[in-house]
């Protein structure tokens, strides 16, 4: 059965889970996107996925592809607070958490919130600051909290971070380590447009005629109805032979002769979080293996190595993951 009769018999099912409101929303949020960005549809549907299933997006693409645009205009959409963090060489700890300073009124330090203390936290190039300052993410993306002298201050939900990377420039820049790339919910490459699409950016400039893009997006979520849509995506249905089926998908990372590192329990936790969102945004109420299929690659690639032999001879963790997925059964 190709994808065509799979995507036209799921209309046919009747969901057990109410999912018009997630529709509604999700298509509106689609809207305002696609007024000002163009030919990123894979990259906007997976920014909404991650956003259902509350996790963080590592975004790598050359320079120029519109990638910190999206994420400033996808924040837009949401009815939060938005800060965004320029990362460089010499950006500190104490720059992106904040600090505690003596306060000459009371003679005790007060602790002065740093830019993290946000809703949506774009991260523009977060591989230009050193590791100590990459390593100050490790606590807030993983535990929505942060520990300074001793005091926990959580973070305020939605929490979600959106960091930006260049892949091809390597000069002046740090590698994310492991630890770090595993906190990302997805890593999202952003390839060129087509000629087509090229062309249809140069006339929405030119019809804009030097209007930020900003103003044309208008905000659709609340945080209110953003934690309800989440709420709705931990009910996604989702059947023992699909756990089964992720469960080999990962597993067959770990052994594989062409990777060095596979991936751990949290991509299968990753992987089954962001089918379930994939399924309500395409008005299922339950996971298919599409689902899976879909969200593999965003998921698997940023958590596995290749072999050094592998990687000279130009094979890419894509690569790896489809060979891993047309090698296993899809249950039906």
């Given at each position: 059965?190709?994808?065509?009769?799979l995507?036209?018999?799921?209309?046919?099912f009747?969901?057990?889970?109410?999912?018009?409101?997630?529709?509604?929303?999700i298509?509106?949020?689609?809207?305002?996107?696609?007024?000002?960005?163009?030919?990123?549809?894979?990259?906007?549907?997976?920014?909404?996925?991650?956003?259902?299933?509350?996790?963080?997006?590592?975004?790598?693409g050359?320079?120029?592809?519109?990638?910190?645009?999206?994420?400033?205009?996808?924040a837009?959409?949401?009815?939060t607070?938005?800060?965004?963090?320029?990362?460089?060489?010499?950006?500190?700890?104490?720059?992106?958490?904040?600090?505690?300073?003596?306060?000459?009124?009371?003679?005790?330090f007060?602790?002065?919130?740093?830019?993290?203390?946000?809703?949506?936290?774009?991260?523009?190039?977060?591989?230009?600051?050193?590791?100590?300052?990459?390593?100050?993410l490790?606590?807030v993306?993983?535990?929505?909290?942060?520990t300074?002298?001793?005091?926990?201050?959580?973070?305020?939900?939605?929490?979600m971070?959106?960091?930006?990377?260049?892949?091809?420039?390597?000069?002046?820049?740090?590698?994310?380590?492991?630890?770090?790339?595993?906190?990302f919910?997805?890593?999202?490459?952003?390839?060129?447009?087509?000629?087509?699409?090229?062309?249809?950016?140069?006339k929405?400039?030119?019809n804009?005629?030097?209007?930020?893009?900003?103003?044309?997006?208008?905000?659709?979520?609340?945080?209110?109805?953003?934690k309800?849509?989440?709420?709705?995506?931990?009910?996604?249905i989702?059947?023992?032979?699909l756990?089964?089926?992720?469960?080999?998908?990962?597993?067959?990372?770990?052994?594989?002769?062409?990777?060095?590192?596979?991936?751990?329990?949290?991509?299968?936790?990753a992987?089954?979080n962001?089918?379930k969102?994939?399924?309500?945004?395409?008005?299922?109420?339950?996971?298919?293996?599409?689902?899976?299929?879909?969200?593999?690659?965003?998921?698997?690639?940023?958590?596995?190595?290749?072999?050094?032999?592998?990687?000279?001879?130009?094979?890419?963790?894509?690569?790896v993951?489809?060979m891993?997925?047309?090698?296993?059964?899809?249950?039906?």
């Amino acid at each position: 059965m190709n994808n065509e009769s799979l995507e036209n018999q799921e209309l046919n099912f009747n969901n057990r889970i109410p999912l018009d409101e997630l529709q509604q929303a999700i298509s509106t949020l689609k809207l305002q996107l696609n007024k000002v960005i163009i030919g990123q549809d894979n990259f906007i549907e997976l920014l909404i996925t991650a956003l259902l299933a509350n996790g963080h997006v590592l975004i790598e693409g050359v320079p120029g592809v519109a990638k910190t645009i999206t994420a400033k205009l996808f924040a837009k959409t949401l009815q939060t607070e938005f800060s965004r963090i320029q990362f460089t060489p010499d950006l500190m700890p104490s720059d992106v958490l904040g600090t505690s300073i003596l306060s000459p009124k009371t003679s005790e330090f007060e602790f002065k919130p740093g830019p993290i203390f946000s809703n949506v936290v774009l991260i523009d190039e977060i591989n230009r600051a050193p590791a100590k300052t990459q390593a100050a993410l490790f606590e807030v993306m993983e535990e929505r909290q942060i520990t300074i002298d001793g005091n926990k201050y959580k973070m305020q939900p939605p929490f979600m971070v959106l960091a930006t990377q260049n892949p091809i420039e390597q000069e002046g820049t740090y590698a994310l380590p492991e630890a770090q790339l595993d906190r990302f919910l997805f890593k999202i490459k952003v390839d060129y447009p087509n000629q087509e699409e090229e062309i249809e950016i140069l006339k929405s400039h030119h019809n804009r005629k030097g209007t930020p893009p900003e103003v044309q997006i208008e905000a659709v979520l609340s945080p209110t109805s953003l934690k309800h849509l989440q709420e709705q995506i931990q009910e996604i249905i989702i059947e023992d032979k699909l756990f089964n089926y992720i469960a080999q998908l990962v597993i067959k990372t770990r052994n594989h002769p062409h990777l060095y590192l596979g991936a751990s329990p949290r991509a299968s936790i990753a992987v089954m979080n962001a089918s379930k969102a994939m399924a309500a945004i395409h008005g299922r109420d339950f996971v298919i293996p599409e689902d899976i299929k879909k969200v593999l690659s965003p998921v698997l690639a940023h958590r596995i190595i290749l072999s050094p032999e592998r990687e000279m001879e130009g094979v890419t963790p894509e690569n790896v993951i489809e060979m891993i997925t047309n090698s296993i059964e899809i249950p039906r």
